[in-house]
């Protein structure tokens, strides 16, 4: 190593001088404006937002005792907004904070110094009304349980799968995938060690926490379940001013039994069949939909015959199999039967390499054109037939093909944990479904658990498609269940992680804890905090 590059090293291992830095030049205290770390946005509007909620806070009636975990820059300029609001509706809340940009590069104690700094000077003003602490000065617990450390290890594995954006890991030898997962561990671990001693001494009335499955996030819910505290964890969908909500599990695995048990038996109206309807036509018609902007399919539907056409089709059964993007965090976790999405979609394509009575057609999902690191479906289908025979057709996610037309043609549906199965089942088509999906089970879907299952059942339906369509009241339930999780399972919620700023010029905090936003948002703010979920008819 060069001296200059030894003597750079040396110094960035030396964590005080960040101090002797911001104590002797307080232009040190804007190098964070050069870092991807940056909080200068929110340190700018905290004292305003402070000066809004303080009147608030003074009259609210005592609420309770809340801590907030929150890590990544945009994640943690978020949770001090909805921190403040919490505390205006008169909840304790103490927000912990990691300041990392990278969850995947090693940071030096230096840089890893200068952001809790930074971290540190841009939240002082919520010390009147929000407790702020910095994990890395928490003294952390001298081990973990094994349950808890096995935990820390699978969010681990998930965290290199979700970061590499494949499923395949090689865990053993020198290697990046090696390195990271270790990286991972060291860094789940020590949140999890930390978080552990610091719940132990101090036990909230409910720990709030975003995603709940990857990174940081995900340890410490663990930790929190671990020691079984009331848990909150939340995140987001398509949709502006709306939140995903989860007691006691991590949004991320769409646990919707509660949804199912309470709100399922109810009868759908024709309104609500409207409504869902028309969500349906703006996705077979690449529209945008409500207060999203995402396309959820980049050609229009042209017709089942035009399909038909373009795709060589003939008279043969057609069964269509709709995979998933890899990398996903709503795909990890959800194996089965299955090793992995690859492991399913490897032994299917095989199975039906060998059954030309039958056409497959491989849906790739078109969300793949959105993240080109992720390693693609298209690979998946090749590696495991590099020449495909004449009765199995390969969609790829930017070929001009609308998956809704796709479902038009299907005699049946293979799905892993794409909603692509529930909007399936809507059209009368059956569906096997073989990934952890929340709309497994709800009566209007095949569910193996073993891959003797899952071969049984295709051998079975394929004998007589026609015999298995789905009835009237399967269809039914498909319906009402789709309503009730498109439109029921999100709440109300002023601000969401993708244009936060913008969502925030909407709905300033003034306006959000006026009548008005507490007529829209007061329930939501509830849930956040853990009391049950409710539904106003």
């Known amino acids: ?33 050069k870092d991807r770390y940056n909080l200068h946005r929110l340190e ?59 969850w995947h590069k090693k940071t030096d104690r230096l840089t890893q110094r200068r952001r ?15 407790k702020h602490l910095s994990l890395l000065d928490l003294r952390p617990a001298a081990g973990l349980p094994a349950d808890l450390q096995r935990a820390v290890e699978q969010i681990s594995l998930w965290d290199t799968q979700y970061t590499l954006m494949r499923e395949e890991v090689d865990l053993e030898g020198p290697s990046e995938d090696r390195a990271l997962y270790h990286l991972r561990l060291e860094r789940n671990t020590r949140a999890a060690q930390a978080l552990l001693a610091y719940l132990q001494d101090r036990p909230p009335d409910v720990v709030l926490i975003p995603n709940g499955l990857i990174l940081e996030m995900g340890a410490v819910f663990r930790t929190a379940r671990f020691l079984n505290l009331p848990t909150v964890t939340y995140e987001f969908n398509d949709q ?57 399919q980049y050609i229009s539907a042209q017709g089942a015959e035009a399909t038909r ?7 043969r059964p057609v069964v269509m199999l709709a995979a998933n993007v890899l990398g996903d965090s709503l795909t990890l976790g959800r194996n089965i039967f299955a090793d992995s999405m690859t492991d399913w979609i490897t032994r299917t394509v095989r199975f039906f390499a060998d059954r030309p009575e039958v056409q497959l057609v491989i849906r790739v999902h078109p969300g793949e054109t959105l993240v080109p690191k992720a390693k693609s479906m298209e690979q998946v289908v090749r590696q495991a037939l590099p020449a495909l025979p004449e009765h199995i057709h390969l969609i790829r996610a930017a ?55 899952y071969f049984t059942l295709l051998e079975r339906l394929l004998t007589n498609l026609p015999a298995h369509r789905l009835s009237e009241a399967q269809i039914a339930q498909a319906w009402n269940y789709a309503y009730r999780f498109f439109f029921e399972y999100p709440r109300p919620f002023p601000w969401r992680l993708m244009n936060f700023w ?24 509830r849930f956040l905090v853990g009391e049950p979920f409710t539904w106003n008819d």
């Open 116 to 130: 809790l700094l930074h971290t540190r000077h841009a939240l002082a003003p919520l010390s009147t009304l929000v």
């Open 399 to 453: 070929d001009p093909i609308n998956t809704y037309d796709l479902i038009e043609i299907a005699d049946l549906g293979l799905a892993y944990t794409t909603t692509v199965g529930l909007e399936t089942a809507m059209n009368g088509v059956p569906v096997i479904v073989c990934g952890k999906t929340h709309y497994r089970g709800r009566g209007f879907t095949f569910d193996p658990n073993s891959w003797d299952e």
């Open 1 to 33: 190593m060069a001296k200059s590059s030894l003597l750079r090293h040396l110094l960035c291992e030396m964590p005080f001088l960040a101090d002797l830095e911001y104590r002797l030049r307080p232009a040190a205290r804007n190098r964070a404006g």
């Open 309 to 315: 056409r373009a795709l060589g089709l003939d008279g």
């Open 44 to 102: 700018k509007a905290l004292p305003d937002l402070v000066q809004v909620v303080a009147p608030f806070a003074r009259s609210a009636p005592p609420g309770k005792r809340v801590l907030f975990f929150s890590t990544l820059h945009y994640w943690i300029e978020q949770s001090a907004v909805i921190s403040l609001a919490l505390a205006a509706l008169g909840h304790r809340v103490t927000l912990i904070t990691l300041p990392y940009a990278e």
């Open 502 to 525: 913008d969502d925030l010029n909407v709905w300033p905090l003034d306006r959000v804890l006026s009548p008005e936003g507490q007529t829209l948002f007061g329930d939501t703010f």
């Open 240 to 296: 502006r001013e709306q939140i995903w909500l989860a007691h006691n599990s991590s949004i991320m695995q769409q646990d919707t039994d509660y949804l199912v048990a309470t709100r399922s038996h109810l009868p759908m109206t024709e309104a609500m069949y409207h409504r869902l309807a028309d969500l349906e036509n703006a996705r077979r018609g690449a529209r945008v939909w409500g207060k999203s902007k995402r396309l959820w």
